[in-house]
């Protein structure tokens, strides 16, 4: 009840363990991120492209460019779409995608978003 979420270039005064701790955290959630599916499991069963890539941009802090990371998904074969289209007002409606397990995946590739700008 008394949690907030913050930006992490935006935290209020922590302790310096407690800082150190989060900045440690963050590292290695950012440096695990081309080989774990962290941000499939902060999205809900399906959901667009544009979705899955704000995800990835609030996690590593920085913005990363649209057709690259799409183009970086579908090597690795970690989404596979659905038949659902999603409208959000104007414009064409959006495809769903999930997360395909690496069970179905056959061959295990990581996105290198060290490497996407």
Request: positive net charge.
């Amino acid at each position: 009840a008394g949690s907030q979420w913050f930006p992490v270039g935006e935290l209020p005064a922590l302790a310096p363990r407690h800082k150190t701790l989060l900045m440690l955290g963050l590292a290695v959630l950012r440096d695990r991120m081309d080989v774990a599916p962290v941000a499939f499991h902060l999205l809900p069963r399906t959901f667009t492209l544009s979705e899955l890539q704000e995800v990835y941009e609030i996690l590593l802090g920085r913005r990363l460019h649209k057709a690259s990371f799409r183009r970086a998904l579908q090597a690795a074969y970690l989404v596979e779409p659905t038949d659902e289209w999603r409208s959000e007002g104007r414009g064409r409606p959006a495809q769903l995608f999930r997360y395909a397990p690496r069970k179905r995946r056959g061959v295990r590739r990581a996105v290198r978003f060290d490497l996407l700008g």
